[in-house]
């Protein structure tokens, strides 16, 4: 069974800090990843996704990267603002089509 | 693309009522999946579609959930009848295929007295 986990739980920082988010997976067998945001009492946001055969994506700020072999990826955001504190979540597929979500990383920038 | 809506945005309701939510996902999308989180729990997939069949409920709590999609454009998440224990967000999601990006709705927030 696929599980996932995500360090640290809670993470605060002044803004302009860059952070690394972790999340790990125990099955590699995985042909992406996704990261997510989710923002209090809001859905979450598909900020990016990796497949398999990458090692990394980057959106703006952001950059996730990807190793399978070690059931890890990881989440950097650079010079971090107050508008980035949120949760952040990772997905891993897990019988093709259902994702099993991480249980999150929430984020507090403050000025 | 007004996005994947779902309604109500909230309910409240008594134990033992019976309770409908909704979802629209975003035209083009083959897939549709129900998720539920909690504080405790997080995030749980209770089940999916593809081109409106349910692939897999394993995620169902309960007999007194169920789920359909009567066609592409619409889909319902039953609960009857509902228990205090229900109470959490319900979030529904769509994709064009069932491992591609992500997108979910708004959700809404249940709260069984």
């Known amino acids: 069974k696929q599980e996932v986990t995500q360090i640290p739980a809670a993470l605060s920082v002044p803004e302009g800090e860059n952070l690394v988010l972790n999340c790990s997976f125990t099955?590699?067998?995985?042909?992406?990843l996704q990261w997510f945001r989710q923002d209090p009492g809001k859905g979450l946001t598909s900020l990016l996704l990796?497949?398999?055969?990458?090692r990394e994506q980057t959106s703006g700020r952001l950059n996730a990267s990807l190793d399978k072999s070690s059931g890890r990826s990881t989440l950097y955001i650079a010079a971090s603002q107050p508008g980035d504190s949120a949760t952040y979540l990772c997905?891993?597929?897990?019988?093709?089509?259902?994702?099993?979500f991480g249980t999150g990383t929430r984020l507090q920038v403050f000025p | 693309d007004a996005g994947v809506i779902q309604s109500p945005r909230h309910e409240v309701t008594e134990m033992g009522q019976e309770v409908t939510l909704r979802c629209k996902p975003i035209?083009?999308?083959?897939?549709l999946f129900w998720y539920r989180q909690t504080m405790m729990r997080g995030l749980e997939l209770l089940i999916y579609?593809?081109?409106?069949?349910?692939?897999?409920d394993s995620g169902m709590p309960e007999d007194r959930f169920s789920a359909k999609m009567p066609n592409a454009s619409f889909s319902t998440l039953k609960i009857q009848p509902s228990e205090p224990r229900d109470s959490a967000v319900y979030f529904c999601?769509?994709?064009?295929?069932?491992?591609?990006?992500?997108?979910f709705g708004s959700g809404t927030q249940l709260s069984v007295l």
């Open positions: 990796i497949q398999s055969s990458q």
């Open positions: 579609f593809n081109n409106n069949v349910p692939i897999d």
């Open positions: 099955d590699s067998a995985i042909y992406n």
């Open positions: 035209s083009g999308h083959n897939s």
């Open positions: 999601a769509s994709s064009i295929l069932g491992n591609e990006k992500l997108f």
């Open positions: 997905a891993v597929p897990y019988n093709t089509d259902k994702l099993i």
